[in-house]
């Protein structure tokens, strides 16, 4: 039996503000936006290329979900990007603005910089050897 993580939910504070982020800069595709409800949408978004783990983008709907946006992973990195492009994807990041709070630097497994979304969540990119 082949199994796969198709979605991950990353608390946001608002979808659209998220799409703009995800999509308009970082150059993730918007895969499903759909609604659910008066306050409730499906948005669904993933790097270029990627054909299985999505990331959900669900807003926060009560007090305790919006005191851990950025803060899901308890302040260590929480997500990893992969790339095949690291010079490239750094480039742009920092043309976009992007927060890059760690990096770039050479490790055993590869290149690697840390970026911090605008909700609070740190991420790797890595280009692996």
């Not at 991950?8 to 609604?35: C, K, N």
């Amino acid at each position: 039996m082949t199994q796969f993580i198709s979605a991950i939910s990353l608390i946001v504070p608002d979808y659209d503000q998220a799409i703009a982020f995800y999509v308009g800069l970082m150059g993730f595709e918007l895969i499903e936006d759909s609604e659910l409800s008066e306050d409730k949408r499906w948005v669904l978004v993933a790097p270029p290329g990627s054909t299985e783990t999505r990331l959900l983008l669900a807003k926060a709907t009560n007090e305790a979900q919006e005191e851990i946006i950025g803060e899901q992973a308890g302040g260590r990195v929480f997500l990893f990007l992969e790339t095949y492009d690291f010079e490239g994807d750094i480039a742009l990041m920092e043309r976009a603005g992007v927060d890059i709070i760690d990096g770039p630097r050479v490790e055993s497994y590869g290149k690697v910089a840390v970026f911090r979304d605008p909700f609070g969540n740190k991420w790797d990119l890595i280009e692996r050897h």
